[in-house]
């Protein structure tokens, strides 16, 4: 059994952590967030540590590890921009970490983190979900397959995630760029390394609509030429989803063809705890593609409609 530590337990996505650390038959020791509202934890690990300020939780953690009880992993679900410094903080606390997406906003900050893993001897982890869903899994192994028997097969891609947000999001963390980079980084990182993951490096990158509340371009790859529409309002969902009564929209489609991959989520956090486990998790190097393709999104100026762009640009008024 493996002690873990949670940095960041009152956010959206740390149950699926806790879920994952259970369901894998591990320990959640201690836990951290500056918001209280935190009474989660006890569907799960009830009788872990929980801390409101970072200089009693450090302490605490140095303690156990002093008493021969030390952290084995970090687990960090804590705002984007907090990424680095938090996982700096678990390598050299002598831990493993696991980390999610995305794992840092800029390129150059994992080049700084492989430095600190070599000097500490311990690995960072990130969650890339997308490469364990099994519909994904079975398209990469279609295109390789196809691609192996035609090497110059190029894939016309239409990619569309629509996740509707209240006015709460453009006032969180979420909504401040420095903080969150931006849609691209925030709702679209696991898309883009699902992508290249499959159709292999990026070749040209275009940003035809760059707003707070929807991006929109066009990404050459190797194999596949890929139109993209992110969004976080609610106004662009197709009418025939919005008379479901909901409130995202996720599409993709190669050649024409629907990928159906909207069910089969709920799993995939320990799927990936326990590849990490394993020894196998998706470290720094893998990240490290669709961190750049965000980060040169983050810093080029949208061109507007031109070229080779997504149909649901039309519905953006400014860009």
């Not at 970072?54 to 008493?67: G, I, T």
């Not at 869903?133 to 629509?162: Q, R, W």
């Not at 050649?255 to 590849?275: M, V």
């Amino acid at each position: 059994m493996k002690k873990f530590a949670l940095i960041g337990a009152a956010g959206y996505i740390a149950p699926r952590h806790m879920k994952a650390i259970k369901e894998t038959d591990n320990e959640l020791v201690v836990a951290i967030d500056k918001c209280d509202s935190v009474g989660i934890i006890d569907s799960y690990f009830p009788e872990a540590d929980f801390f409101t300020e970072f200089e009693r939780f450090d302490r605490h953690v140095d303690k156990l590890r002093r008493n021969g009880e030390k952290i084995d992993y970090v687990s960090i679900t804590t705002p984007n921009y907090l990424h680095d410094s938090h996982m700096r903080w678990g390598l050299r606390s002598g831990c493993d970490v696991i980390c999610e997406k995305p794992l840092v906003l800029n390129p150059w900050n994992v080049d700084a983190l492989k430095e600190i893993e070599k000097e500490t001897g311990k690995k960072v982890n990130t969650i890339l979900q997308l490469r364990l869903h099994p519909s994904i899994i079975a398209l990469k192994e279609k295109v390789e397959k196809e691609i192996k028997e035609n090497p110059d097969k190029v894939y016309d891609i239409d990619l569309t995630y629509l996740t509707s947000r209240g006015k709460w999001y453009f006032i969180s963390w979420k909504g401040d760029e420095k903080k969150s980079g931006g849609i691209a980084t925030n709702i679209g990182i696991h898309f883009y390394d699902m992508l290249t993951h499959i159709f292999g490096d990026v070749e040209e990158n275009i940003v035809h609509i760059k707003t707070e509340y929807a991006n929109a371009g066009f990404l050459k790859l190797k194999h596949a030429n890929v139109r993209w529409f992110l969004s976080v309002i609610y106004d662009y969902i197709p009418d025939e989803i919005k008379a479901k009564g909901q409130r995202t929209y996720r599409s993709i489609t190669v050649d024409g063809e629907e990928i159906e991959f909207s069910g089969g989520f709920t799993d995939l956090h320990t799927r990936s705890y326990e590849e990490i486990l394993k020894g196998n998790g998706f470290g720094l190097a893998e990240a490290k593609k669709s961190i750049e393709i965000v980060s040169t999104i983050r810093n080029l100026a949208p061109v507007g409609l031109k070229g080779e762009y997504h149909p649901f640009c039309k519905l953006v008024d400014s860009f």
